[in-house]
């Protein structure tokens, strides 16, 4: 079974552009996080969205906003783009909200650097 | 969630033995002891799980004492490939919201 897919793999932008990242989330699994890793930081929690809802939301202004879609994949959306948005965006899938820790898997990142 | 404490940074020497502590002293009675592992650009990967005394999968062991306000992570002979940054997660997994409080994590550099 396919993991936990994302795209694009890295992606450049300039200030005050808008990106758009996708996950795919692993085959019956219904929910999707997002993280924020900045380079020599832990992950931080972004977002939940379970069954096409927003479930959880981390502390994020109101530039960063996601969606999921009916075949539960996910997109995170950034806009007006800053420097400290360059950052690892990681997406974790799980059967639902209420998965332990064990069973919530990582994607391998996309890798955002904003000039 | 309780808040960890990490060293930030261990160097080990491939075949040796590698003990991370994690200081948890304000863990809830709920509260579980979690560790994750991150090779560079990468995703974190779960590795081990526990609430009390000992813990042991085919990857590592997890020691918990009584007082559960520490937790050590023990690598048995590391090789190359297990260097990578380590973090130390505690929080009621019974109502997880799917929310991981990550910390800076224990980077672990294992040398030839």
């Known amino acids: 079974d396919a993991g936990v897919t994302q795209s694009p793999t890295h992606l450049i932008k300039t200030r005050g552009q808008q990106v758009t990242l996708r996950c795919s989330p692993i085959s019956g699994h219904k929910s999707v996080s997002w993280y924020q890793q900045v380079l020599g930081q832990g992950p931080q929690f972004i977002f939940q969205y379970y069954e096409k809802e927003e479930r959880g939301r981390g502390n994020f202004p109101d530039r960063f906003s996601a969606r999921q879609f009916p075949n539960y994949s996910s997109e995170l959306n950034v806009n007006a783009l800053l420097l400290g948005d360059s950052a690892l965006y990681l997406c974790?899938?799980?059967?639902?909200?209420?998965?332990?820790?064990?069973?919530?898997?990582f994607g391998p990142g996309t890798r955002l650097t904003v000039l | 969630l309780a808040k960890t404490t990490q060293p930030i940074s261990m160097d080990s020497y491939e075949g040796q033995e590698v003990n991370i502590t994690c200081s948890h002293n304000n863990i809830a009675t709920n509260d579980y002891i979690t560790w994750y592992q991150q090779f560079p650009s990468q995703g974190p990967r779960f590795i081990i799980q526990g609430y009390k005394t000992k813990v042991t999968n085919e990857v590592a062991s997890l020691f918990i004492p009584a007082d559960r306000k520490s937790s050590t992570l023990s690598l048995p002979r590391v090789s190359l490939s297990d260097t990578a940054v380590y973090y130390c997660?505690?929080?009621?997994?019974?109502?997880?919201?799917?929310?991981?409080?990550f910390g800076q994590g224990t980077t672990l550099q294992v040398k030839p």
């Open positions: 974790a899938s799980s059967l639902d909200p209420g998965s332990s820790y064990n069973e919530q898997f």
């Open positions: 997660l505690v929080g009621d997994v019974s109502s997880n919201t799917g929310k991981l409080i």
